[in-house]
């Protein structure tokens, strides 16, 4: 199947700073990618779409001052969050499917996730 | 509103039983429904999916039923092994191109 790379798979930061994720699609191109966020013992929740060379989609409630997406390229997506606060300490997984993201059954596949703790 | 729902949070089985999850979903009406496993501290793994006009799915020792009268999918582990301990999640595809995922049901199996 298709490999996602995520990196780092863990940080830990200090309150008021700022953290970058990385997410690669290693063996195809992925116009869309997608930005999880999941708390311990929760669903995974849909935070935005990214789509190469224009702008993110977020969800509702999502703000996207303070998640910057940017998918420079058609292999790479990274998810920023700005000014970190604890509260902002969660699991964040990226995801992207094969051609992107209006495919015909839409399998995703998942990046190793990354661990986020704000001290 | 719509709603995914995993029967239970955890399942404890022996090696070699069976293991029965159940996945029902309200105000949704999808074309196909997925299911994932999920180790602790990793990203899902993508595993099977049905569509609606299938009424059974096997991969291995994996069997998936797609009901869409009952709005329901059970997803079932043969001959389980302690190997197969993980959580599992069901996800659907609704009307536009986002998954939607279950809260999962974390599978442990005693040897």
Redesign the interface.
């Known amino acids: 199947?298709a490999v996602?790379s995520?990196h780092p798979s863990w940080v830990i930061c200090k309150s008021g700073t700022s953290v970058k994720i990385e997410c690669r699609s290693l063996d195809f191109q992925a116009t869309?990618m997608?930005w999880y966020r999941q708390f311990p013992?929760?669903?995974?929740m849909?935070m935005a779409?990214s789509n190469e060379g224009s702008k993110a989609t977020y969800e509702q409630g999502v703000e996207k001052d303070k998640f910057l997406i940017n998918h420079a390229s058609l292999t790479l997506s990274t998810l920023t969050v700005t000014s970190a606060h604890p509260e902002d300490s969660s699991?964040y997984?990226c995801?992207a499917s094969l051609g992107g993201?209006?495919?015909n059954?839409?399998?995703?596949?998942?990046?190793?996730?990354s661990?986020l703790t704000v001290l | 509103s719509q709603k995914i729902e995993q029967n239970s949070e955890a399942l404890n089985i022996q090696e070699g039983k069976t293991a029965t999850l159940t996945c029902n979903y309200t105000n949704y009406s999808p074309a196909y429904l997925q299911w994932y496993r999920q180790d602790p501290g990793r990203g899902p793994v993508f595993l099977l999916l049905i569509r609606e006009n299938e009424k059974e799915k096997r991969k291995e020792r994996l069997k998936v039923t797609f009901d869409t009268t009952l709005k329901q999918s059970l997803f079932h582990i043969t001959a389980s092994q302690p190997a197969d301990s993980a959580t599992y999640l069901c996800a659907l595809r609704p009307n536009d191109y986002k998954l939607s995922f279950g809260a999962g049901t974390t599978v442990t199996v005693r040897a």
């Open positions: 199947g996602v995520q869309t997608f013992k929760q669903s995974l849909l779409t699991f997984i995801s993201g209006r495919q059954t839409g399998e995703l596949f998942f990046g190793e996730g661990r």
